[in-house]
């Protein structure tokens, strides 16, 4: 299995976002961690396999939208009113199955990072 994520760059407070990952071979759950300089990953949002349950961080609630194309096996994350906190590496990950994993545990399958730097 292979993701590749895109979408990253340069923003300004306030700016907006929308992060891809595309998946090889089979439909999976997927979500969307970040890390940020000096911190751990931390979990941003996730979508399960059929795309009906969904869930965020409470730090992106209201402002991240996660979405998938089953068709393309694609999911994104649109993001919105970015902060210069949400500045970080944006991972995204797959799991088999129907799981939509909020931990980074529960996911088999990585990309690479993609950065996004939010300016103040």
């Known amino acids: 299995v292979q993701l590749q994520a895109s979408g990253g760059g340069l923003v300004q407070a306030g700016g907006s976002l929308r992060l891809s990952c595309a998946a090889s071979?089979?439909?999976?759950?997927m979500g969307w961690f970040r890390q940020a300089p000096g911190k751990e990953r931390e979990f941003v949002a996730t979508?399960?396999?059929?795309?009906?349950?969904?869930y965020y961080a409470d730090s992106v609630k209201g402002r991240f939208t996660i979405s998938r194309d089953n068709a393309k096996n694609t999911v994104y994350l649109q993001m919105n009113s970015l902060k210069p906190e949400d500045t970080a590496v944006y991972y995204c990950?797959?799991?088999?199955?129907?799981?939509?994993?909020?931990?980074?545990?529960?996911?088999?399958?990585w990309g690479q990072g993609t950065q996004v730097t939010v300016s103040s």
């Open positions: 071979g089979l439909t999976f759950g």
């Open positions: 990950a797959a799991v088999r199955g129907w799981d939509a994993p909020t931990v980074a545990r529960g996911y088999s399958y």
């Open positions: 979508i399960n396999r059929s795309g009906g349950i969904t």
